[in-house]
C-alpha cells in the first residue's frame, strides 16, 4: 500500500497518498453525489496505515514524516465533515511519532476557503501553515 | 426602485446533475458579468447548500404526484442593484415546519462568533443524517452571507405547505481574522 489515488473530476477532488514522497494532496473541488462513498476508501486506507505503522517493521512502514497537501478550490459543507474525520485520522498517525505538516493553499481573493481552513484547524487541533496562490 | 434582474431560475424536480448544470451556468454568468471571484464565492457556496437542502429533502415529496407541476420545487438567482438574491421554495410536510423554523431561528439569532462556533460544534459532534446532511448548511449560508435567512410557509393542503427560502448575498468582505 505505497500509492492510493483518486483522480480528479468536475465535482470530486484528486486524493493522492505516496508514501515514497510522503506527499498527502487533496486538490479540486468536492461536491460528490454521495461523500461517504467517496471518500470512505480513502478513510479506511489511512486507518490501515496507521494500523500498520504499529505493526509493522519493515522499511516500507517507517514513515516518519507526511506533507500533507490541501489544494482544494471548493467544497461543499457534507465534504468538511468528512475532511474533518480525514484530519481526525491524521492526529492518530502523529501519536506514533510522525511529523505531519499541514500547508492549506487557498486563492488570495477567496475569505471563505481561508475560513474554512481556520475551522478544520481549530476543530481537530492541528495547526495548518496558510499559503496564498 | 431598485433595479431587479433574473439571472438564473429553475423550477421542477431537483437531481445531482440538474445542480450541476446550474452550477455551471452560473460560472458562465459569472465570466459573462465579470463578477469578482469573492462575490462568486459567496453566491455559489450558498446556492450549493440551498440546492443540495432541496435535493436531500426532496424523497419526502417527488411521490405525491398531486403536488405538480404547481408545487415543484424551485430556485432564484436575482441582481438587485450590486447585490444577489438567491431564492429556492419546495414543499415541506407541516409536521417538519417547527423543526426547521427552530433551526433557521436559532441561526438568525447569533452573531458571527456564534455562528463559528455552532459551524464548529457541529462540524466535531453533529450526526450525518440518513440522506447526508450534515446539519451544517444553513449555517454556512449564514456564516458566507453574514445575512439572516428570510423563510415562510404556505399552507398547500393537510400534509404538506410550500416553504420558501430567500437570502441576500453581498460582496462585503468576510473580514475573517485568525
Not at chain 2, 426532496?58 to 405538480?68: I, V
Request: proline residues 3%; charged residues 25%; contains cysteine.
Amino acid at each position: 500500500m505505497n500509492k492510493f489515488l483518486i483522480e480528479e473530476t468536475e465535482f470530486t477532488p484528486e486524493i493522492s497518498f505516496d508514501l515514497n514522497t510522503r506527499k498527502f494532496i487533496f486538490k479540486g473541488v468536492s461536491r460528490p453525489e454521495d461523500v461517504f462513498k467517496f471518500y470512505e476508501p480513502a478513510i479506511e486506507w489511512l486507518k490501515q496505515l496507521d494500523q500498520d505503522l504499529l505493526t509493522h517493521t519493515d522499511t516500507k512502514y517507517n514513515v516518519t514524516n507526511i506533507n500533507l497537501e490541501f489544494r482544494l478550490t471548493y467544497f461543499n459543507s457534507s465534504s468538511s465533515k468528512m475532511l474533518l474525520q480525514i484530519l481526525e485520522v491524521f492526529t492518530k498517525i502523529k501519536q506514533k511519532a510522525v511529523d505531519i505538516r499541514i500547508d492549506w493553499y487557498y486563492d488570495e481573493s477567496d475569505e471563505q476557503m481561508y475560513d474554512d481552513g481556520m475551522d478544520l484547524s481549530g476543530s481537530v487541533n492541528l495547526p495548518f501553515n496558510f499559503h496564498t496562490i | 426602485m431598485p433595479e431587479r434582474e433574473v439571472i438564473l431560475s429553475y423550477q421542477g424536480l431537483f437531481n445531482f446533475e440538474i445542480i450541476g448544470h446550474l452550477l455551471n451556468s452560473l460560472k458562465d454568468e459569472t465570466e459573462s458579468r465579470g463578477i469578482s471571484i469573492s462575490h462568486y464565492k459567496k453566491i455559489l457556496s450558498v446556492m450549493i447548500e440551498a440546492l443540495e437542502n432541496v435535493f436531500k429533502y426532496s424523497e419526502y415529496f417527488d411521490k405525491e404526484k398531486s403536488l405538480f407541476p404547481k408545487y415543484y420545487p424551485k430556485f432564484q438567482l436575482d441582481k438587485v442593484n450590486e447585490n444577489y438574491v438567491l431564492l429556492t421554495g419546495n414543499p415541506i410536510l407541516k409536521t417538519d415546519i417547527e423543526k426547521l423554523s427552530n433551526h433557521i431561528n436559532k441561526i438568525n439569532n447569533l452573531d458571527k462568533e456564534g455562528l463559528r462556533q455552532l459551524f464548529r460544534n457541529t462540524l466535531t459532534n453533529g450526526q450525518f443524517s440518513a440522506k447526508g446532511g450534515a446539519g451544517l448548511g444553513f449555517i454556512e449560508m449564514a456564516k458566507v452571507t453574514s445575512e439572516k435567512i428570510n423563510f415562510s410557509f404556505d399552507a398547500i393542503n393537510e400534509k404538506f405547505s410550500f416553504y420558501s427560502c430567500k437570502i441576500l448575498i453581498t460582496n462585503n468582505s468576510l473580514n475573517s481574522e485568525p
